[in-house]
């Protein structure tokens, strides 16, 4: 059994795309080992990892399957996938969020905003400064909002672990190139019925030297000829038990991810401070 599996969170990336991709520097993480696309991939004895409840086997194919489950192996394996619990992250628009896989809490601060949310329930609390604002109408919008926003933040941090998750099609759409020239294998990721924006398709270009994704590409709608957008999957490191990439540039705009963590722990109280606090 998965380790909190929430089944509507994918299609969702293009939620707060236009909206919330700000210019935002890549920097490397600090306290992070790095870890280049030539680390030992897992010796899990396991051949794959096992798709969600819900995955489209039917629809998908044996190469695209394939693919999915050499990408997971050389970003730690399943195991390492599911003993890890904590994981954190800047996203683009200058927020910081920190989600226990375990519990479904998911906690979010940007500026002087805090939410504390739970997944599962739906519930939570929204503060400024510190002060409880859940009953008023900032606070009451800004909840409504976690729902949506880890759907679209996650996707961004995790996506290569999800391409088995419930709801998706999985399919080979043969060779293809990276920005750069390198050769690729292009898999078509599509929704049945979940997430956000389930119109959505991903292009997911998988390096077959180093077995990870290192590129994708966003069609609001999976008919849409030409993609909204093409950015890499690159700067790969080792993040406790699994490797992370962190870089999102189109090749210009230097865009990526920050401040990156993932534990297999959670510290006592982290999830419900209401204070904006340092990140990990």
């Not at 599911?82 to 809490?105: A, E």
Request: hydrophobic content about 40%; glycine content about 8%; charged content about 20%.
């Amino acid at each position: 059994m998965r380790v909190f599996s929430t089944t509507s969170w994918l299609a969702g990336s293009g939620l707060f795309l236009l909206s919330g991709l700000l210019a935002c520097q890549q920097q490397t993480p600090a306290g992070q080992a790095a870890a280049n696309n030539s680390a030992p991939a897992s010796t899990e004895a396991a051949a794959s990892y096992p798709a969600a409840e819900g995955f489209d086997q039917a629809g998908s194919d044996a190469k695209a399957t394939a693919l999915a489950d050499s990408v997971m192996r050389k970003m730690g394996g399943y195991s390492a996938w599911q003993s890890t619990r904590l994981l954190g992250w800047d996203f683009l628009d200058g927020s910081y969020q920190l989600w226990d896989k375990q519990t479904g809490d998911f906690r979010w601060q940007k500026d002087s905003l805090v939410a504390v949310y739970n997944l599962n329930t739906k519930q939570g609390h929204a503060y400024r400064s510190g002060q409880d604002i859940s009953s008023m109408p900032e606070g009451q919008k800004l909840l409504g909002q976690m729902y949506p926003i880890w759907v679209n933040n996650s996707w961004w941090l995790l996506m290569p672990f999800k391409l088995k998750d419930s709801g998706v099609t999985l399919t080979y759409k043969g060779p293809g190139q990276l920005m750069d020239g390198t050769p690729a294998e292009v898999l078509n990721m599509t929704f049945k019925n979940v997430g956000v924006t389930p119109d959505n398709k991903y292009e997911v270009l998988v390096n077959p030297k180093t077995s990870l994704v290192e590129e994708w590409a966003f069609f609001p709608k999976a008919t849409d000829a030409q993609p909204a957008f093409r950015r890499r999957w690159a700067n790969y490191r080792q993040y406790g038990p699994i490797m992370l990439a962190t870089d999102r540039t189109d090749g210009k705009d230097g865009r990526g991810l920050d401040h990156v963590i993932a534990r297999t722990d959670v510290p006592a109280g982290i999830m419900q401070n209401p204070k904006p606090m340092a990140r990990l």
